[in-house]
């Protein structure tokens, strides 16, 4: 088991920190499930964190000069390497903490990023930066598209969603494809933690970041991220999204503890994804074919978690 | 349309173009933006807080007798608090003008 | 004190970032760098040096913990070479107009294709205008000497610019040179501790990498190129200082028997020793003829090379890089910006040579001359001349 975990008795409704290291003022489109989602990550970690952002929504609507969101200490420097400019922070802590040139407190280190800054372009340095070993979490923000550049598909874009990239006609459906696991990806480091959390479950979200941020090593969580502005839904629904997603077991949520999976969340009496699709602009082309395909793939990837959930 | 905060010369700009003011976004206001405004009804409310939990604006802070009141400065009128208060105590109300 | 020993110039320049007291190293190999960073590795692995050294899984991975690593605080050196240090490219912007002082060996090579090991300046020629300080080196206690001077300017809060030290691929970095290395009492005395301007730190939060506005990009980019002009001094002073504490003089430019030269031949790097055997040469010959070496590329010294070689009637420039479909290569291009129109200034003439590790001999700079002697005469056809190529 993780030592680090004994201690943390996690967040309750009532000890939700007021505290809001992320400013209002943030540039986000009204009902932004990403920014709500970075806000819940932001107080779980509070202010002792040092965070490494990826080019993406999320930068751009937080840091237009001369204005800044942020409260802790932030850097941008690129796209799709986040987790290697985290590398360089950890390891500069690491050696001024032992020639005593800062002080010995510790201080988390935070990697975030899209589902295309994570799943897509940036998978090489993630894998590097968890390969070697550095004590800091990555978030990936997964709202399912690179939205910062107008909606275009990512491998995180779920099967037949419509994206400026992946628009459905005569000889097409939209996405063709299945959306790739990164979170699987992750594991497959044998890094001690992996997550995936929904802004819906805020307390399951803000406690899978602490772990993320306790644990001793890299540590990955997955947030699913409701963005109104690419998926052609009500901004006030994406709460309502985001726990559709959940209930329809279309994104299921977990952990993975030093390789062992478990269920946060067992979805036994699942709602039919209809009720997940529908109310989604990026949806509204599909037929009955393509539900019904999703429907049962969504039950395969199910069990199939499940089953890993019985064998680990 | 130009952003005035960001007239600054080479001379005077920050160094390395960082900013330095934390937060200092709270000097935007995008309350601008909206044209629906959530409008509580403390009769029905029972300062769940679930309103202050899911706005990404961070608009709501707790009012000394527990309510939750939202920053109109902030506030985008995006109604996720009205569509997720479990009292539907809030109701979204057009902006007037 | 310091101490003359016969050393391989790679393993001489992880010395010089050992005594530097490098404090974090992302390094990825690539042929003929590799060297370099492996003495490095070897130096924390024992203990000598207390540094995290990085072994990342690609050089745009390196230089992204290099940014990482100098806004946290941290010394930081890496080295690169040709295809990685192209693959870095999309980065080593960001850190210069951040003014995050990374220091880079970088040990010049071709750009592939055909692929190839050996050296030219292609690889740094594209990154002509990363807005990085650049210094060339000619031999291993220059490329010894160099580093250290790096990191003192580049931490220099003053100018707080990352900066590159090239020096030949394999024709520096692989041979053995006898190099004095200095103590670490003498480096601790010209180099002091680093202390950023800014760093990242929850006791003082600042965002690093905001997004500039069209208001504010100019201002941001004026802001970096004014900086980078006025770093000159600051290099100027560290070399005088360096001179005067261990007795070697380094300036922007080089002249070697220039008095009186009508002909001089401009180069960069390694080269110049081969170039002062032929200037050797031609002088016992009987011919007028100089040498100008440019140890800083960047900020270019204007003022410096026009007092070098501005009463030269010819300037037969030599490049390492053959930029294809251009009126001429980079040097030659800089050159004949920097003289345009003023009046009396040398006739230039650009020539390209040494190509993916191709010899440039003494003989070859005796062509070079002669041509530019000629053309002087009678303009040429082309704007740019490639020597050593097979007509066939
Ligand atoms: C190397 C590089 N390629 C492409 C881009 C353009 N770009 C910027 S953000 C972005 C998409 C971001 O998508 P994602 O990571 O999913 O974040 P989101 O905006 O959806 O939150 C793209 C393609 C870039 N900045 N750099
Ligand atoms: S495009 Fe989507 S993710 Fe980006 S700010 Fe708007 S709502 Fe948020
Ligand atoms: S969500 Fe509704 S009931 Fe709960 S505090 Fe807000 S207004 Fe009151
Ligand atoms: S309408 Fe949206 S932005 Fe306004 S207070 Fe409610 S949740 Fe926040
Ligand atoms: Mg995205």
Same mark, same amino acid.
């Given at each position: ?52 952002? !990826? ?73 590097? !930066? ?183 | ?97 | ?56 899984? &690609?050089?745009?991975?390196?230089? &992204?913990?290099?940014?990482? &690593? ?41 750009? &592939? ?280």
């Amino acid at each position: 088991m993780i030592p680090e975990f004994e201690k943390f008795k996690g967040f309750k409704a009532k000890s939700i920190p007021k505290d809001e290291p992320l400013a209002s003022g943030h540039r986000a489109c009204q009902g932004c499930g990403e920014v709500l989602a970075l806000r819940m990550v932001m107080k779980a970690l509070g202010r002792d964190v040092i965070v490494c952002s !990826a080019t993406g929504c999320m930068e751009i609507i937080s840091s237009p000069y001369p204005h800044t969101a942020w409260r802790v200490p932030w850097i941008h420097i690129a796209f799709e390497n986040a987790a290697a400019v985290a590398s360089g922070v950890e390891s500069a802590r690491k050696v001024l903490k032992r020639k005593g040139k800062i002080p010995k407190r510790h201080v988390d280190i935070m990697a975030v990023g899209g589902d295309g800054a994570t799943g897509d372009i940036g998978l090489q340095w993630i894998s590097g !930066a968890f390969e070697r070993g550095h004590d800091f979490l990555y978030v990936c923000l997964d709202n399912e598209a690179y939205m910062n550049t107008g909606v275009q598909r990512s491998g995180c874009t779920p099967y037949g969603a419509m994206t400026t990239t992946s628009p459905p006609g005569k000889k097409s459906f939209g996405q063709v494809t299945w959306k790739k696991n990164i979170p699987a990806i992750a594991v497959a480091h044998n890094i001690p933690y992996v997550a995936t959390a929904s802004p819906a479950y805020f307390l399951d979200l803000m406690n899978k970041v602490k772990k993320a941020a306790l644990v001793k090593g890299p540590a990955y969580v997955h947030i699913y991220s409701p963005c109104p502005t690419g998926w052609g839904s009500a901004g006030e629904r994406s709460i309502e999204f985001a726990k559709l997603a959940v209930e329809t077991r279309v994104f299921p949520l977990y952990e993975v503890i030093e390789g062992r999976y478990i269920m946060s969340r067992k979805i036994t009496k699942p709602k039919p994804v209809t009720e997940y699709l529908k109310g989604q602009k990026r949806f509204r082309h599909l037929d009955e074919g393509h539900i019904d395909y999703i429907q049962k793939r969504v039950d395969v990837e199910y069990e199939k978690l499940l089953r890993l959930a019985e064998l680990t | 349309m130009a952003n005035t905060d960001a007239i600054v010369g080479w001379k005077t700009i920050t160094f390395g173009c960082h900013v330095m003011e934390p937060g200092n976004s709270v000097n935007f206001r995008t309350g601008d933006w909206r044209s629906q405004r959530p409008v509580l009804d403390k009769e029905k409310c029972i300062k769940c807080g679930m309103c202050w939990i899911f706005c990404p604006d961070m608009a709501y802070t707790q009012t000394e007798e527990g309510y939750f009141e939202a920053d109109m400065e902030y506030c985008k009128g995006c109604g996720i608090c009205a569509h997720e208060c479990p009292k539907d105590a809030i109701e979204m109300v057009t902006e007037e003008g | 004190m310091a101490k003359r020993v016969g050393i391989e110039v790679s393993i001489a320049i992880a010395e010089a970032a050992k005594l530097a007291r490098s404090e974090v190293i992302p390094a990825y190999p690539i042929t003929p760098q590799t060297h370099i960073v492996e003495h490095l590795s070897e130096f924390v692995a024992s203990g000598e040096l207390d540094a995290e050294f990085i072994p990342v899984e &690609s050089e745009h991975a390196a230089m &992204s913990c290099c940014c990482g &690593s100098s806004a946290a605080g941290a010394r930081t050196f890496t080295s690169s070479s040709s295809q990685g240090l192209s693959l870095m490219s999309e980065i080593l912007y960001i850190p210069s107009t951040m003014r995050l002082p990374i220091v880079m060996v970088v040990a010049n090579r071709a750009l &592939s294709a055909p692929i190839s090991i050996w050296n030219d300046h292609q690889d740094i020629m594209v990154q002509r205008d990363i807005g990085w300080i650049q210094t060339f080196a000619e031999n291993g206690q220059e490329a010894f000497d160099l580093t250290l001077h790096a990191f003192r300017v580049a931490e220099d809060r003053r100018v707080s610019l990352p900066m590159i030290v090239n020096i030949d691929g394999f024709t520096l970095s692989h041979v053995i040179e006898p190099i004095e290395i200095l103590s670490q009492e003498e480096v601790d005395g010209y180099l002091p501790p680093f202390k950023p301007r800014y760093k990242l730190d929850p006791k003082k939060p600042i965002t690093m990498g905001p997004v500039g506005i069209p208001e504010v990009y100019t201002e941001a980019k004026m802001a970096h190129s004014e900086a980078i002009k006025a770093s000159k001094r600051v290099i100027i002073k560290a070399w005088q200082e360096f001179a005067d504490m261990f007795g070697r003089q380094y300036n922007p430019v080089e002249t070697y028997r220039c008095e009186d030269a009508d002909v001089m031949l401009v180069t960069m790097g390694s080269i110049s020793e081969t170039a002062m055997t032929a200037v050797d040469k031609m002088r016992e010959a009987g011919q007028q003829v100089g040498l100008v070496r440019i140890r800083l590329w960047r900020p270019f010294p204007s003022q410096e090379f026009r007092r070098a070689a501005g009463k030269a009637k010819v300037l037969a420039v030599i490049d390492r890089c053959l930029p294809p479909g251009a009126v001429c290569g980079p040097v030659g291009a800089e050159l004949r910006s920097l003289f345009y129109k003023v009046p009396g200034s040398p006739k230039i003439f650009s020539f390209v040579a040494g190509l993916g590790g191709r010899d440039v001999t003494v003989e070859r700079f005796e062509e070079i001359v002669d041509k530019a002697r000629a053309y002087a005469k009678k303009r040429p056809r082309e704007l740019f001349e490639v020597i050593g190529v097979r007509e066939k």
